[in-house]
């Protein structure tokens, strides 16, 4: 896609995107109570399953700088001494890497010196940001799941780094999967991301790795949904578009007011979907009540 192709694009999207409130700006607009109360209906078995992949704290060609983890009480001999004690540690991430399960909130993705809805990324400070924080989704977001699972309609394990879903993909997905895309629901796209990481084991997925393409991201609109999330980054590398790197970022969350979720893991839900049939179920997400925070460490939970 070239850079003017792109730009046009942007500009549609920006212009079919719903204005919404300042309580729930951008793509949220779409998950309404009502909307949420259905989701919450269609639950049949009770069965829980998270969509996050364990925190890593070892480096790797993928994760240059991992979370850290250590414990910093029981020292000594306390643990061992008559009386209470308590065991305690403090944890620390990079949240917008390679590796680990998170949330981008709306202020995350500057472009033209904006933010989402022409907010000025002057807003963003070294203090933190001022405006589309995590404070939007402090109460969580609560609707519809539906899983869309690309190498299964292509008969692969996983998509090899550099490849892209088409809005074609999700249309045959929706078909061979018996399931659609409504108003309000958290779309989840597998590529096989965590797959052929665990199969072939880990690499720089910051110059390789699979995403849609940004003119994919014409369905999501079309269908109104309300947040995406995905195994891997949601945009490809090396990108469709030369002179912007994150190019559905830049759709998904400053043009559309469009949560993300970064390599999330789909592995374990996708045995229980399969067994019972069902592609689509109750998600919640629930980021950390972070100040000023451009994005969380996010552990969403379906529950069939």
Request: charged content about 20%; some cysteine.
């Amino acid at each position: 896609m070239s850079g003017a192709d792109f730009l046009s694009l942007c500009r549609r999207l920006r212009e079919q995107a719903p204005r919404g409130t300042d309580e729930r700006p951008g793509a949220l607009a779409h998950l309404t109570p009502e909307r949420v109360v259905a989701a919450a209906a269609g639950v049949r078995r009770g069965r829980s399953v998270s969509l996050a992949a364990p925190i890593e704290t070892e480096p790797g060609p993928d994760n240059p700088e991992p979370a850290s983890h250590r414990m910093t009480a029981p020292t000594g001999h306390e643990a061992e001494a008559p009386g209470l004690h308590f065991a305690r540690d403090r944890f620390a991430m990079n949240v917008h890497g390679e590796v680990d399960s998170h949330l981008d909130a709306l202020c995350h993705v500057i472009f033209d010196g904006e933010l989402h809805g022409g907010v000025p990324a002057s807003s963003v400070t070294p203090d933190g940001a001022g405006a589309l924080t995590l404070a939007l989704v402090r109460d969580g977001i609560v609707g519809r799941g539906v899983l869309l699972d690309i190498p299964r309609l292509r008969g692969e394990p996983w998509l090899d780094p550099g490849d892209f879903v088409t809005a074609d993909d999700l249309l045959a997905a929706e078909t061979a999967q018996d399931v659609t895309v409504g108003p309000g629901d958290l779309l989840f796209v597998r590529v096989g991301h965590r797959h052929r990481r665990r199969s072939l084991g880990p690499w720089n997925a910051a110059q390789a790795r699979v995403g849609l393409h940004p003119a994919a991201m014409s369905f999501l609109v079309e269908r109104r949904v309300a947040a995406l999330g995905s195994d891997g980054n949601n945009d490809t590398a090396p990108s469709a578009v030369a002179e912007v790197p994150f190019p559905v970022h830049v759709l998904a969350v400053n043009a559309l007011g469009l949560h993300l979720m970064d390599y999330l893991d789909f592995e374990e839900l996708l045995p229980v979907c399969e067994q019972l049939g069902r592609w689509s179920f109750l998600c919640v997400v629930a980021p950390l009540r972070l100040p000023a925070a451009t994005g969380s460490p996010v552990n969403p939970i379906a529950v069939l």
